[in-house]
């Protein structure tokens, strides 16, 4: 979970939620990364926090 600097430029929602995706196994050598985000406004689905964000700055 973040709420650094993120902005939704769709619905303008500054939480999102981190997707998390593993290789399956539990205890040693299991792992686990962010596959991709979604933000909880408007659901929609980005892989970088910040680009996803800067695109609102850009519109400006
Ligand atoms: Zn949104």
Same mark, same amino acid.
């Given at each position: 979970? %973040?709420?650094?600097?993120? &902005?939704?430029?769709? !619905?303008?929602?500054?939480?999102?939620?981190? #997707?998390?995706?593993?290789?399956?196994?539990?205890?040693?050598? %299991?792992?686990?990364?962010? &596959?991709?985000?979604? !933000?909880?406004?408007?659901?929609?689905?980005? #892989?970088?926090?910040?680009?996803?964000?800067?695109?609102?700055?850009?519109?400006?």
């Amino acid at each position: 979970m %973040g709420q650094n600097k993120f &902005k939704c430029p769709i !619905c303008g929602s500054k939480e999102y939620e981190e #997707k998390i995706e593993s290789n399956g196994i539990l205890g040693p050598g %299991g792992s686990s990364w962010v &596959k991709y985000y979604t !933000c909880y406004g408007c659901s929609v689905m980005f #892989k970088d926090v910040n680009k996803f964000t800067k695109k609102i700055e850009k519109q400006k």
